[in-house]
């Protein structure tokens, strides 16, 4: 999490029915079964604070990092540990079953060294730009992300749907050896073009299994989705204590 952001500067510390969103994000993520440790990465001392005040766990980062994946790893890189999962700091909304979810192919398949999700989209949902798409193998790999509609269904005016259309939900899980590999590979010209980290991996080769889920959390990347986001809480208060 960091304070800096061009559409909603200072959003991690914005007040959400009584807390910090910061707080919401670390509470949920504390919920999933799946994880041992919840650790605030930051490069602001208001956060570190903020997380302190609360009982939570932070550190403090380089402010110099290119990207949330840089950061993670400077945090992880000096831990005891197998996984790593990445939450963003504006998922207050993010289920934690389906942080179990991205952890669950690990154990299942030997090979495994990143993970991230995936739901269902309608047609016309895919030309936001702002939505990434994903396309996936057979076996549920990432094939590409993209800002673009993917894939284009050529038939479509049919009236035949033949390929479902993904949408890509941010919450990343690596074991830790890879999260330092990927941290230390070279942007890619894909990666640069569509401005999506995520396409680094591919294009150096590295497979990304893709976990389905059902519905896809709301975020917070301005005011009005604040504003959504704290309506939605307040109004199962309870459920979310």
Known sequence: ARMASTRFPGKPLADVCGKPMIQWVYERASRAKSIARVIVATCDREILEAVAAFGGEA????????SGTDRVA????????DVVVN??????????????????????????VMTSLMVPIAPESARDPNLVKVVVS???HAL?????PIPYERNAGAGKQRARIYGHVGLYAYTKEFLLRFASLEPTPLEMAESLEQLRVLEHGYKIKMVEITDRPMGVDTRE?????????????????
């Open 225 to 241: 989705d604040l504003e959504r986001v704290k309506a939605f809480i307040c109004a199962n208060i309870e459920a979310w204590r």
């Open 144 to 148: 590409y992300f993209s800002r673009s």
């Open 87 to 112: 939450v963003q700091g504006d998922e207050p909304l993010i289920d934690p079953c389906s942080i179990d979810k991205a952890v669950e192919p690990f154990s299942a398949e030997a090979d495994t």
């Open 74 to 81: 400077e945090a992880a890189s000096c831990l005891d540990v």
């Open 138 to 140: 057979l076996s549920n």
């Open 59 to 66: 550190v403090m980062t380089s402010d110099r990092h290119r």
